[in-house]
């Protein structure tokens, strides 16, 4: 499935169908482009005790994650799409519950709030200092504002960012930004556990939203042109720079459906 550009390998695992013994390697080597099916990330629906379904998020280089704001988005088409719930749903994950509302192929989502936000502050780099700001919103991100969209150096500045010793030993995802002359606000992400620029990013995107409100004054909702060329819409509310009822909108596709045969992921690293 593809939302708004992210795209994920999502499997129906309610009846236990992924070996857990060797799920990292698995999920590595199925993710892998060119070689194998190719994804940002690979999501396993399962059963829960008290909502529709439990979800486990996994990047592509095989680790867990706590939040994926795109593909929270999938995973609800995918449970409405297969009966699994109807179109208003919530379901578990690492970061707490999530509702959502399905229609056509629009899904709107409710995230938890953000934390640990950082406006403005140095950090030092080898070619000298940045001013950056940083919020956790499910995953932890840190926003920079550039005057260049196309000239963003997103893969060496996001790396150099991403491993950055401030923010160890997790890592953070890495957003550059910057406002057109139209008011429309461009977004380029670096993703942790992908470690490359991905198409779109739905927590970054979030956690954007969040600076420009807090240092711009912008009114929701916010809406981010991605690298994908589709939009994400930011619906959020704020009250005394506390930001709280987050939703975040966008389009949530099926790319194709099918089985896996077993030489599409046994390929070695």
Not at 76 to 97: N, W
Not at 112 to 121: G, K, L, R, W
Not at 125 to 154: C, I, Q, R
């Amino acid at each position: 499935m593809s939302g708004n550009g992210n795209d994920f390998i999502i499997i129906d695992n309610r009846n236990k169908v992924v070996d857990e013994k060797n799920l990292s390697k698995f999920i590595e080597n199925v993710c892998r482009r060119r070689m194998s099916v190719g994804a940002d990330g690979l999501i396993l629906v399962e059963n829960s005790n008290t909502l529709d379904f439990k979800w486990r998020f996994f990047n592509s280089d095989g680790n867990a994650a706590e939040m994926c704001g795109n593909g929270a988005r999938c995973v609800a088409q995918f449970a409405f799409l297969k009966k699994i719930a109807e179109s208003d749903m919530s379901f578990e994950t690492e970061a707490g519950p999530i509702s959502a509302r399905v229609s056509k192929d629009r899904v709107k989502i409710k995230m938890p709030n953000p934390s640990d936000i950082e406006i403005d502050y140095i950090i030092e780099l080898k070619n000298g200092p940045l001013s950056v700001s940083s919020v956790n919103t499910g995953v932890p991100h840190v926003v920079v504002e550039v005057d260049s969209f196309e000239n963003a150096d997103v893969v060496t500045l996001g790396r150099e960012l991403r491993f950055h010793k401030k923010f160890a030993p997790v890592g953070t995802n890495v957003n550059f930004i910057y406002e057109q002359e139209d008011g429309t606000i461009s977004i380029r992400t670096y993703e942790r556990g992908v470690e490359a620029e991905t198409l779109a990013c739905g927590t970054g995107s979030i956690a954007c939203a969040i600076v420009m409100a807090y240092k711009f004054r912008k009114k929701s909702p916010i809406k981010f042109l991605t690298r994908s060329g589709g939009y994400l819409t930011i619906h959020i509310k704020e009250k005394e720079a506390e930001f709280y009822d987050i939703q975040l909108e966008g389009d949530a596709r099926v790319i194709y459906k099918g089985e896996l045969w077993g030489d599409a992921w046994k390929y070695n690293s």
